[in-house]
């Protein structure tokens, strides 16, 4: 018997969420090969949409200029540390741990520190980037260290802050200095490749225990 069933296919229209998402990973990841071989000056956004194989409009209008663009890159780059931070564990001495793994290996990556040398080098003629670079970056992870200090238990920091929290932000932040410390240093001159896992959870679990009672 002959029905009325009509076939449709697929609707063509605007791109899925999870299409732009893709296509927006692969312009920020193109970008930061382009700054980091060729670095910020010399870098254009004809470059970048030509190593995209996208138009120069696409990248205007989806994240902006060479500076936005920038940043978006420095945020993708530093959301492997930030965003995998809930979900990892219950226990908060956990958490805090496993975000300083990702953290380190993060800054101490060669992508992390080629975009810490670039903005080094050209922190004298465009200060509005290297100011930008720091807070999407070195300021963003001290904000999420200061978050998770702030939900231990109590009597879990050897040095407690007062019950207003004050003193959170000092230790967040001389926890991320130690963190990094001497090996960053290193990375950045190119004295030393970039550290194996079994020793970035050695040294991140060293550090902490200064700052964290474990047991």
Not at 18 to 28: G, K, M, N, Y
Not at 106 to 123: F, K, N, P, Q, T
Not at 126 to 154: K, Q, T, W
Request: aromatic content about 6%; some cysteine; hydrophobic content about 40%.
């Amino acid at each position: 018997m002959a029905t009325n069933e009509v076939r449709r296919s697929p609707a063509r229209g605007r791109p899925r969420d999870e299409d732009r998402a893709a296509r927006r990973d692969a312009l920020l990841e193109s970008a930061m090969r382009q700054f980091l071989s060729r670095g910020y000056s010399a870098t254009t956004i004809e470059d970048v949409a030509a190593g995209a194989r996208v138009a120069k409009r696409t990248i205007y209008t989806t994240i902006g200029d060479k500076e936005e663009l920038f940043v978006a890159v420095v945020r993708r780059l530093g959301d492997r540390a930030v965003t995998a931070t809930t979900g990892d564990s219950d226990d908060p001495v956990s958490l805090l741990h496993a975000f300083g793994v990702r953290l380190v290996r993060l800054m101490l990556s060669d992508e992390a520190v080629g975009l810490h040398r670039l903005v080094i080098g050209e922190a004298a003629r465009f200060p509005e980037l290297a100011e930008r670079h720091y807070m999407n970056g070195s300021h963003r992870y001290i904000g999420v260290l200061c978050d998770l200090l702030a939900a231990l238990p109590p009597g879990a920091l050897v040095l407690p802050a007062d019950r207003n929290g004050h003193g959170l932000a000092a230790q967040a932040e001389a926890l991320f200095t130690q963190w990094l410390g001497e090996r960053h240093r290193r990375r950045l001159f190119g004295l030393d490749p970039a550290p194996s896992d079994d020793d970035i959870e050695k040294h991140v679990a060293t550090v902490l225990q200064r700052f964290v009672r474990t047991a």
